[in-house]
T-cell receptor
Framework: GAGVSQSPSNKVTEKGKDVELRCDPI?????LYWYRQRLGQGLEFLIY????????KSGLPSDRFSAERTGESVSTLTIQRTQQEDSAVYLC?????????????FGAGSRLTVL | AQSVTQLGSHVSVSEGALVLLRCNYS??????LFWYVQYPNQGLQLLLK??????LVKGINGFEAEFKKSETSFHLTKPSAHMSDAAEYFC????????????FGDGTTLTVKP
């Protein structure tokens, strides 16, 4: 597609429920990143996929968070047993590769509210 | 380890006035530095980046930033603000060639008054 698409744009859930957030990167972009942006704060790196390599999960805050990506296509971020502190905007970005020379293209984000 | 501090969570300027958004960083290795802009209901987009070479970097929409190693700063400037510049601006630092693993500042919201 022309840009990075994320869905849903807004999600309200109850504490303890599982949620899935979807990211559809730009076609041909091998690198894909997930970030969390809490209110009034900057982006926190969560996880990074590069082609078929093992993902870099170094930013995941707990084992309730996981993400998958099949090849160089869609990725899903799953949060199990959601907590109120998980409320944030979850951003996805993709680029041609991980090298700095390649510009990151961000999606508009998925706003998660945990009641 | 790396960190970013953006001084001032909110900056307000009049249309036509100088825009100055401050960013200080710390990094244990020579840094790569970035400024991103986020317009309401849109994704972040890259304004400019410093990697190596010339320390004055020009970006889109008339913005520029200067890397000052002695001051560990990478302040963003624009000579004359436009109403369309109203947005949130994020400074980011990376200690590797993987720009996606940058550490981001908390952001500065720029308001432009008519």
């Amino acid at each position: 597609g022309a840009g990075v698409s994320q869905s849903p744009s807004n999600k309200v859930t109850e504490k303890g429920k599982d949620v899935e957030l979807r990211c559809d990167p730009i076609s041909g972009h091998t690198a894909l990143y997930w970030y969390r942006q809490r209110l009034g704060q900057g982006l926190e790196f969560l996880i990074y996929f590069q082609g078929n390599s093992a993902p870099d999960k170094s930013g995941l805050p707990s084992d309730r968070f996981s993400a998958e990506r099949t090849g160089e296509s869609v990725s899903t971020l799953t949060i199990q047993r959601t907590q109120q502190e998980d409320s944030a905007v979850y951003l996805c970005a993709s680029s041609l590769s991980q090298v700095w020379a390649n510009v990151l293209t961000f999606g508009a984000g998925s706003r998660l509210t945990v009641l | 380890a790396q960190s970013v501090t953006q001084l001032g969570s909110h900056v307000s300027v009049s249309e036509g006035a100088l825009v100055l958004l401050r960013c200080n960083y710390s990094s244990s290795v020579p840094p790569y530095l970035f400024w991103y802009v986020q317009y309401p209901n849109q994704g972040l987009q890259l304004l400019l980046k410093y990697t190596t070479g010339a320390t004055l970097v020009k970006g889109i929409n008339g913005f520029e930033a200067e890397f000052k190693k002695s001051e560990t700063s990478f302040h963003l400037t624009k000579p004359s603000a436009h109403m369309s510049d109203a947005a949130e601006y994020f400074c980011a630092v990376s200690d590797s060639t993987n720009a996606g693993k940058s550490t981001f500042g908390d952001g500065t919201t720029l308001t432009v008054k008519p």
